[in-house]
């Protein structure tokens, strides 16, 4: 039998008082830590919310701010499509229109049906909205893929994603002429455009912002949302925010953590942001809020020039590691793949130059080719001493990868 050296053995020899103490300590504070987790706390109930005073909504073929009365908040169902009864597909609106003249400024949800945070913001931000101290009109559709958000999917009622299908068709398919109806009735009105997305399902995401960084008037307003992670991108082919640019309309889009639930920071932030925006646009003070009209975080955002998607080559159970809004430096092992038996097929690592985990897969059942992470490449990494031209020339003269 193999002797033991019991002096030079942490588990047999005597530990001294201090080590014991420690152990005590540890001990206690794991027991202490499990036991909370099975603790019950009593319910507190949300405070009371006054409903927003909003009239019948009306039904209209046709939208023109200047149909609506000043000095009033309006609802109504924005006709789009027919159906196969020969009904409208509608979209909701919430129009408030303020006493004094200013620009048009336009919030949009749930262009994909399960992507619902953007939703309680509108919710809320409409009903802080005093119009009788409003400049200009704020005009939200709190879900433009009616369709999509009845059935708890991304897509459209065809199978389409509506945010790779605009400008649409007059004459095209169902979702083709769905998009260029709700461009040329309701987008094209606007100045100022807030698209409000989440993760899709499968997916997580930071809250981050999509915008043209190198538009001077578009890029304060990024930075008024206040985001985790600003994602310079000029827009891709397809989306609604391309589009409305391309129409000159000041587009971003404002990516709300995850898709089908409603996460209260989450809505929180963003219509903080807004809130900013309407301020800085001079529509709406926010001289009594306690917001503070600039962005508190503005040191810690992450500015990204570009950013892409990393794939498994294999199928299996996938575990990612790293949380969203982490930086993670090359070489780092980010993901996992193990088959159904157990055994690692893949492990994934952070790639050359590392980055910022902007968005990540929640999902473990994985096919070869399926999403790991997301990562923001570029500006957030150089050192503070890194020489401020060399800064711009990079972000100014580099092409921004696009973003799926």
């Known amino acids: ?171 095209g398919t169902q979702s083709q002429v769905f998009c260029h109806n709700i461009l040329q009735k309701l987008i094209r009105h606007f100045n100022y455009h807030l698209d409000l997305h989440t993760a899709s399902f499968g997916r997580i995401n930071s809250y981050y912002v999509r915008a043209d960084m190198n538009d001077p008037e578009v890029a304060e307003m990024t930075w008024l949302c206040n985001p985790q992670i600003i994602l310079h991108n000029s827009g891709q082919d397809g989306t609604l925010r391309g589009c409305a640019t391309a129409l000159g309309i000041k587009c971003l889009t404002i990516e709300i953590g995850n898709p089908q639930s409603v996460q209260t920071r989450f809505v929180s932030w963003t219509y903080a942001g807004c809130r900013r925006i309407l301020d800085h646009l001079g529509m709406y003070s926010l001289s009594r809020s306690t917001i503070t009209p600039q962005p508190p975080n503005r040191a810690n955002v992450a500015l990204c020039r570009g950013g892409y998607w990393m794939y498994t080559k294999h199928g299996g159970v996938l575990e990612v590691f790293p949380n969203v809004n982490s930086y993670v430096r090359e070489g780092e092992l980010i993901a996992r793949v193990k088959n159904i038996f157990g055994n690692v097929v893949e492990e994934v690592y952070a790639p050359v130059g590392g980055g910022v985990t902007v968005g990540r897969s929640s999902n473990p059942v994985a096919y070869t080719g399926d999403r790991v992470i997301h990562i923001g490449i570029g500006t957030p990494f150089f050192p503070h001493s890194f020489p401020l031209f060399f800064f711009f020339f990079f972000f100014f003269c580099s092409p921004p990868i696009s973003t799926p």
């Open 1 to 171: 039998m193999r002797q033991v050296d019991k002096a030079s053995s942490p588990m047999l020899s005597h530990p001294t008082r201090t080590g014991f103490r420690k152990l005590h300590l540890s001990t206690t504070a794991n027991k202490k830590k499990q036991s909370l987790a099975w603790e019950r706390e009593p319910y507190q109930p949300p405070v009371a919310v006054p409903p927003m005073p909003l009239p019948p909504p009306s039904t209209i073929d046709t939208f023109d701010v200047k149909d609506f009365e000043a000095g009033l908040v309006h609802s109504c169902w924005l006709n789009v499509v027919q159906d196969g009864f020969g009904e409208w597909v509608r979209v909701p609106l919430i129009i408030a229109r303020g006493v004094k003249e200013g620009p048009v400024i336009g919030i949009t949800a749930a262009v994909h049906g399960n992507e619902l945070n953007g939703i309680p913001c509108v919710h809320r931000l409409m009903g802080s909205i005093s119009v009788q101290k409003l400049s200009g009109t704020i005009v939200a559709c709190p879900c433009v893929n009616t369709p999509g958000y009845t059935s708890f999917s991304r897509h459209y009622r065809d199978g389409v994603d509506l945010n790779r299908t605009f400008p649409g068709k007059e004459d």
